[in-house]
């Protein structure tokens, strides 16, 4: 009997101390984003209270960008006003800008998404940004972080407003020029005040996977050790149990 309630308060301890210390159950599924050699992601504002200025914001390359293109599929209740180059390319010298829109054939991207508790919903338009930008050979280029590229669209009467990265390439001039691997392209979702409200909903406007994972791995300690405590304590009474009943 004595046995049974030593190893329970042993292992009574040893959840206090993986709980007490912070430990990350989840040390692998962190360490994916800390392989990345950068990331491209999307910050707003708004301006006259009419209009969304969405900057995209290269943050954190650990390689030298030569250039970046991709696809912006934007929400059906914003109208694309104009672009302005941001400093990060423009601090290695002249870059080369081409930025057109095109029309998605496909419709592929006319789905609708919840993105609050309203349950407001967000389509994309059929029609797209492609941007493209380059540093020439002789050119310096940047590491680190810095704003891209800004786009100023002009709000219509949604609630919520959808931005989608597609086909994004960051490339590196190494000898030849090559694609980076390994870069993280973030969508986003604005409100009309400019707040990114991305983390805070998924596609079905429940509770984003991300936070659930986080409480997860905050917690997973105590409920396993807490299980643990719980049968053995069970144990132990029915163990008390039968010896009292057998004398």
Known sequence: MKKVFSLAFMILLMSQGVVSSGQNWFEDIDDIDSQTVGA?????????DSILKVDVVMDD???PVLGVSFDLLYDEELRFLRYEPGEYLE???????????????????GFEVVT?????????????LVYGVTLKRDDSFPLGSGTLTSFYFELGDGKDFQLDFRRGVVSTLDTVRQDLDLVAWSNAV???AG?????????????????????????LGSFVMGGLFLVLIIIAYRLFKMRRLSA
């Open 195 to 219: 707040k990114n409200i991305t983390e805070d909903f998924d596609q079905d406007g429940r509770q984003s996977e991300a936070g659930k994972s986080s409480f997860l791995s905050n917690n």
């Open 116 to 128: 609050n508790k309203s349950a407001s919903s967000v389509s994309l338009r059929d029609e797209y």
């Open 40 to 48: 491209v992601r999307m910050e707003a504002m708004i301006i006259e």
């Open 61 to 63: 390359f650990k390689k």
């Open 91 to 109: 601090q290695g010298g002249m870059p080369i800008y081409m930025v057109s829109e095109s029309v998605d054939s496909s419709k592929s991207s």
């Open 190 to 192: 604005f409100d009309r």
